[in-house]
């Protein structure tokens, strides 16, 4: 099984609101990670936890806030977001950062809106 | 520093026919891992290959081969006898350890497969 299940799939929020994705992996994996991604881009890494420790935040706007409340969830939360922000964002998870077997399996990412 | 560059940016095929993707990395790392991806329209970024730095022989799955080169750098990727389900954007990534363990993309190439 190297699913990583991302909820939810499409999301439409207004600039005031606060919203939380939310990511889950049940394949031991000790890292795992947030990335943004616009349309015909490359995806680009937001945050790394490892082992539950946020271990990487690639200088990301104070308004998204990411948790890691166990080793098989991982959180976004979303807070006065500008229209910008407005991206697929894709959870990922690797067995761990610095070992061998260190390909990350992404899930299926929320489409976020801000309008 | 570590780059990846994917000079094709789109390549339209009619089904059956072969279709190689170029990837060329720069990395001044010894030890380092190299990745294929495939974004289908769904938006998951589905692993296809791994391939570390000191291992340069080339694999064939199926239908997919690749071709690790590190004379020139290089890790192409070729689909043979494509298929309308092979229609995708394709992610080359390079991970290591000097530049903080961290996934990088290149632009993608967005392969479309014709009936």
């Known amino acids: 099984d190297t699913e990583v299940t991302q909820t939810p799939k499409h999301l439409v929020m207004g600039m005031t609101n606060k919203k939380s994705l939310k990511c889950e992996q049940h394949?031991?994996?000790?890292?795992m990670y947030w990335y943004k991604q616009k349309a015909k881009k490359p995806p680009e890494l937001m945050f790394v936890y490892s082992y539950e420790k946020l271990s990487i935040n690639e200088s990301v706007p104070s308004r998204f806030s990411p948790e890691c409340p166990n080793s098989s969830l991982l959180n976004l939360h979303l807070h006065a977001l500008q229209p910008e922000d407005s991206a697929l964002y894709l959870c990922a998870s690797s067995q761990d950062r610095w070992g061998e077997n260190t390909e990350a399996f992404f899930g299926q990412g929320t489409r976020l809106t801000v309008v | 520093a570590q780059k990846v560059t994917q000079a094709q940016t789109e390549i339209s095929v009619v089904e059956k026919e072969d279709v190689t993707l170029d990837c060329v990395y720069e990395?001044?790392?010894?030890?380092?891992?190299l990745f294929w991806y495939k974004q289908p329209p769904s938006g998951e970024l589905v692993f296809l290959i791994r391939?570390?730095?000191?291992?340069?022989q080339n694999e064939i799955s199926g239908r997919y081969s690749w071709n690790f080169q590190k004379s020139t750098s290089s890790f192409n990727f070729t689909i043979t006898a494509s298929q309308v389900v092979d229609s995708a954007v394709y992610f080359c990534?390079?991970?290591?350890?000097?530049?903080?363990?961290?996934?990088?993309f290149g632009g993608g190439t967005r392969v479309l497969v014709k009936p």
């Open positions: 990395t001044r790392d010894t030890t380092y891992y």
């Open positions: 394949m031991g994996h000790r890292a």
């Open positions: 391939r570390n730095s000191f291992d340069e």
């Open positions: 990534a390079l991970k290591s350890f000097a530049a903080g363990n961290k996934l990088t």
